[in-house]
Structure formats: structure tokens, C-alpha cells
């Protein structure tokens, strides 16, 4: 019996060791932050968080009431409210817990796809650690608050992780699900398929399709209908950058024209928003037309998209940079354990520092609400583009460019 103890004991010592130290303490800091978002969670239970507003949204759908009164209130997609109602028949601390952890749990789920699908070969296995201790102090203040951010960057990891393996049914589901909580996720799903138009286009409209029509299983028809109308409705006519400053989006229009003072017409600022979208799916084609190692184009593809979501997205506000946060972990870590140059990883240590001073400061400065301090996180942005511009498109940072074996084949393309 002792030596079948002793075993065991060295068994677990071994398993142990085999995590490596970064392992470890990202697995006992992200444990603790659980149960602490319970502990915080059960004690003030009647807390104002976004949570409240989709509790309301599930209670609303369940009585056939309207969801979309408030331009500040509930502003996802019938589905959404949907998906919320189970939560809404629960108490509401154990309702809000229930949110917390699975929204942390997708987050995490699609931080742990990205990392095992071999688009960032340079992060070892024992170094994954570090991806999850970086993104502590990104992604608290959105889980602290019931934000759907986590939830919803999430899926768009796990989409782009199911890319290398082929497994377009999964990339498609995740888009489409998080198209349903915010809609411009699809962005990611529509430069996806460019890249396999045939085996991923009939998925990915199935999807939108399929999930499109669930809400009309759990409601009358011309209740769910005028839901429906009335969503895309409000998010049509609402332009967030004619709200009053405490509330306008903090994307580049804030950075030029609310702290600049440019004078740029709204039409031109659409223009370009559809411009730089357009970029994006042009570098899409043209990595996909020259076989650029799969790393190179997917992770090119994840930071340029998290990128316009932010900067160039039309609802961009403190808490929305979490959609940039894994890009820029992840390639600060892939720089920093690769050849990378060295004025690319001091750049990328400049993104993130600045984008971990702007979550800081909501919780040390929170009465400090000068234009100048709300231009952290679009500067950050910026560079971070700078970065991913020069990285991507030099084809000799990638060891050869387009003649490195692992490229995407003729089948990847059909």
C-alpha cells in the first residue's frame, strides 16, 4: 500500500512538473478568480451589472414583452434574449453567477483552441501560462461586469482555431453565434470564407439560417417577428457617434474627430469603415492566393479583424478591447519566444502595457474622464495595427514567406 502511495504521489509530482511553473500559476490565479467572482457575485446579488439588463431580457421574452425600449438597454438579437431566459428564472446572484462563469468559460475555451491549433507556433506548451496570466487584468473588468465581450471573442477564437483542422461546421456556429449577440463578429466569418468559399459559405449561411429561426420554437410567430423588426430597426437608426461624450464609442472617430476636431463628414467616416473591412479581405486573398504559412495568414486575419472591431467598429467602448486583448497577448508572447526584431517586441510590450493602464485606470482614476486619457486604448490600437501591418506584409519574417511548407493547400481553398 505504501509503495502504490508513493506512486501515485510521484505520478502527481511528475503530471506536475510536466505543466511547467507558468501552467500552474495560471491555473491556481484563474481558480481563484472563479471563486472570487462568486463569492462577490452571491454577496450582492442585486448588484447593477450588464447581467440585469439580460436577466430583464429573458424575463420580457418569456412574457411576450417588448425588448427593445431603451436605446441603453437590451440591444442583442431575439435569440440572445433567448438564450438569457434561463438565467432570468434563476435567483438573481445565482442567475448572474451562472453568466459569469460561463462567459469566463468561453473565453477561455477559445484562448486554449487558438493555443493548441499551432497558429502561434513560437508559445511553447509550457509557456501557455503566461497567454492566461496576461489576460487577467484585460478581461476582469468585463467578467466583474457581465459584459458579453469575453463570450463573444471567445467564439471568434474558437472559429478562427477550427480553421487549421478543417472543421468549418464549428468555425461556422461560432460565428454565427456570436453574430447574434453583437453582429459585427460576422466580419470574421465573411473573411473566413474567403478563404474557403465552398466549404465553409453553405455552413456558415445554415447557421444564421438555423439560429435566425430557434427563437420562433419558444414564441408565437408575430411576437418573435415584430422582435425581430423592431432589433434591426434600432440597431440600424442608431449612430453612436452623435451620442453626448460620456457615452460616444472611443474608436478612431473619437480619436479625430471628438479629440481632434477633423472635420470629417459622417458618409466619408462609413466609407472608410467599409474601406479598411475591404483591406482586410484583401489581404485575406492575396495570403490565400500565395499559400503564406497558415500561422501568418490566420493570425494575421484574428489581429487585423480584432482591430476593426474596435477602431473601426460601430459600438466600441472601454470594456469592447477585450476583442483586441488575445491578439496582442498572443503575439507578444509568440514575438518575444521567436526572431522576432527587436523594435517589434518593444512595440507590442508598448500595446499592451497601454491597454492594461487604460483598465487601471477605471479602477484607480475613475473620476478621471479627460478626452486625453480616453485616447489610451484607440492609440493602442493603432499601434498595434502599425505592428501587425509591417509583421504581416514583410514576407522575410516568416522564414521564406509563401515557399514555407505548411502554407494552405489547393484543398484548404475549395
Not at 161 to 174: H, I, K, N, T
Not at 303 to 329: D, F, H, K, N, R
Request: proline letters at 6%.
Amino acid at each position: 500500500m505504501i509503495a502504490v502511495s508513493e506512486g501515485r504521489s510521484a505520478g502527481l509530482s511528475g503530471r506536475l512538473k510536466s505543466l511547467g511553473a507558468w501552467n500552474i500559476a495560471a491555473l491556481a490565479v484563474w481558480i481563484i478568480i472563479f471563486l472570487g467572482l462568486a463569492v462577490r457575485t452571491l454577496a450582492n446579488p442585486n448588484r447593477a451589472t450588464a447581467f440585469t439588463v439580460y436577466r430583464l431580457a429573458g424575463i420580457h421574452w418569456l412574457h411576450a414583452q417588448h425588448l427593445y425600449g431603451d436605446w441603453r438597454g437590451f440591444v442583442y438579437s431575439p435569440l440572445a434574449a433567448v438564450f438569457f431566459t434561463p438565467f432570468g428564472l434563476l435567483p438573481p446572484g445565482w442567475g448572474n453567477l451562472c453568466w459569469t462563469w460561463f462567459n469566463a468559460a468561453i473565453f477561455l475555451l477559445g484562448i486554449r483552441a487558438l493555443l493548441s491549433s499551432g497558429i502561434y507556433p513560437g508559445i511553447k506548451p509550457q509557456y501557455h501560462g503566461i497567454v492566461y496570466l496576461l489576460l487577467v487584468p484585460l478581461a476582469l473588468g468585463n467578467l466583474d461586469t457581465g459584459q458579453a465581450n469575453p463570450a463573444v471573442i471567445g467564439l471568434v477564437l474558437l472559429a478562427v482555431a477550427a480553421v487549421p483542422g478543417e472543421r468549418w461546421g464549428v468555425a461556422a456556429l461560432c460565428v454565427a453565434a456570436a453574430t447574434y449577440l453583437k453582429i459585427y463578429p460576422l466580419a470574421v466569418g465573411l473573411i473566413l470564407f474567403l478563404m474557403a468559399p465552398r466549404r465553409l459559405g453553405w455552413r456558415l449561411f445554415l447557421a444564421l439560417v438555423v439560429l435566425g429561426i430557434l427563437p420562433f420554437l419558444f414564441q408565437h410567430w408575430s411576437y418573435v417577428s415584430q422582435q425581430y423588426h423592431e432589433w434591426i430597426s434600432t440597431r440600424s437608426t442608431d449612430d453612436r457617434r452623435l451620442y453626448p461624450i460620456k457615452d460616444v464609442p472611443l474608436d478612431l472617430w473619437f480619436l479625430l474627430v471628438r479629440f481632434g476636431h477633423l472635420p470629417i463628414p459622417g458618409f466619408l467616416y462609413s466609407a472608410f469603415q467599409m474601406l479598411s473591412g475591404g483591406a482586410i479581405a484583401l489581404f485575406c486573398l492575396i495570403g490565400t492566393w500565395k499559400a503564406w504559412p497558415k500561422e501568418r495568414l490566420l493570425a494575421g486575419i484574428l489581429a487585423l479583424v480584432s482591430i476593426w472591431m474596435t477602431l473601426c467598429g460601430p459600438a466600441t467602448e472601454l470594456q469592447t478591447y477585450i476583442l483586441l486583448a488575445p491578439a496582442v497577448v498572443l503575439m507578444l508572447i509568440d514575438a518575444l519566444a521567436s526572431s522576432r526584431p527587436l523594435w517589434l517586441r518593444a512595440g507590442l510590450v508598448v500595446v499592451c502595457l497601454l491597454m492594461v493602464l487604460a483598465v487601471a485606470r477605471t479602477s484607480f482614476l475613475p473620476n478621471q474622464k479627460g478626452l486625453w486619457i480616453l485616447t489610451i486604448q484607440p492609440i493602442a490600437a493603432i499601434l498595434f495595427l502599425i505592428c501587425c501591418l509591417v509583421l504581416f506584409l514583410w514576407g522575410s519574417l516568416w522564414h521564406g514567406g509563401r515557399d514555407r511548407p505548411g502554407g494552405l493547400t489547393q484543398g484548404s481553398r475549395a
